[in-house]
């Protein structure tokens, strides 16, 4: 039996800082996907939302919120949350439920309203909480990501540069999209003088906070017979499994990591480990691959993924940026949409804007950023406390 | 000169010692392997059903997995110093424990006096302090090549 979905809508609230209620940019979007498949709201049987921890209870249960707000009508609801895979998970929700034939077409959307400021730890002096205590600790976010890539300049030779050439590319990318928040192409001069926040990244290479919502009408492939979109782009993976004991690179919010002393005990990467399970779901493999939208959090971490997503050997990551092949127009674009840089991160919103991108290029769609003969795409993102997705979408 | 007495920044994580500080956690009596902080209910390696622990001291050397520094004063709890002045941080990989740890690196000392692979010492320094003591904490101590420790 195919394990395919079909995905019959996609639809985004362009990316922003507004302060509005979240769900209204999760119903704006939920429209647009609608508007897309070409099917009723009345007809959508399971909303899967994602949930977002910032906006008080009805954002535990964003489903229902947005449910409500779309005007209650008896479908079933779900709402998952996990950090930055939030979005996936609720994904992978929905392809569960259509898989086992309990409904046909769903609704999968997520929404986020950010705070302005800094996201500090809850009060009080509370060092079992791993997130309270590094910041005692003077350990904050943008610290992992400047480890992760001071390492690959002592390891591999990366340099600054090659973070900024991650920047510009997504920049320019960027530029063309009327749903990413910064539009405006930086050129390496103003990339290299901004502000050091945690050597070797500077502020123009760490991605902000935004708000903004994405959504997707996903249903099976005898639904999209039905009403006549046999030919709809298809999910092929989603995959969200946990990191295998023991971590072998020190993750957000921890002071260390797991130890790989025991016997029979080996240290595992948690980001090489969640596309290698997309792949495998897919039953397609990284040669297949022809474009890809990865979590770049730090310029220097999209190169990373590439290493994680099998696209380059381990170390060879800047060599693609260098030359282009990751460009709009190269061989292996990655970041079409433009990616974290351009967006800003809407958490439970992030993992779905992805899989619209891919949707978008699968389709030919994708306006000024279309690429040429698109036919498989990859996502992947990570996030706290062990969660990350990959989904695997295909023509 | 400063008369405040001298407290652990989180008491039970470190040794007071000023000479030869260790970090304190624990090592699974099964499996053998190491916790920091240390954990003392469940043993975390899929394959041991553990409850018993001894508690350790940690290595106090090992090799910088990867270092930074932060330029820009970090949210509470952290207690800045005013002016803010800005602070570098390793993560160390133990051999024996074959396990990372973070924690800044002593004063004076920015990333361009480390690199990977480099060995570095724990020592104990001021993280903060509050009207009755001196909060230490542990921190990294690169050492040149040569020097010891
Ligand atoms: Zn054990």
Redesign the interface.
Known sequence: MSQDIAVLGVGMHPWGKWGRNFSEYGVYAAREALKDAGIPWQDVQFVSGAATMRCGYPGYVAGATIAQALGWQGAQVNTSYAACASGSQALAAARAKILAGECEVALVVGADTTPKG????A?G?R?EDPD?????????N??YF??????RM??YGDTEEDFGLVKIKNSENGFTNPNARYKKKFTMEEILNS???????RLLQICATSDGGAAMIVSSMEYAKRIGKANAVKVAAVSTVTPT??SA??EMPD???????????E?HSFRAALPKKAYEQAGIGPEDVSLAEVYDLSSALELDWYEDLMLCPRGEAAQMVREGATKLGGRLPVNTSGGLACFGEAVPAQAIAQVCELTWQLRGQAGERQIANAKVGITANQGLFGHGSSVILKK | MNNKPVQAAIEGWFTLDTDTPHLIGACCEKCGTYYFPKTLSFCKNPACDSTTFNEVELSRQGKIWSYTNACYKPPEPFVADEPFVPYAIAAVELEKEQMIILGQVVKGVDVDQMKVGKTATLVLETLHEDDDAIKVTWKWQPIAQGESA
């Open positions: 800094f996201l500090a730890p009060k002096f060092p309270w205590l590094r910041f005692y600790l003077g350990i904050t943008p610290t400047a480890l992760y890539a001071r390492r002592d390891l502000a050091m926040v945690a050597d070797p990244l004991f023991a690179v020190v002071i260390a990591t797991d130890s790989a002393a025991a016997a029979g005990v240290a």
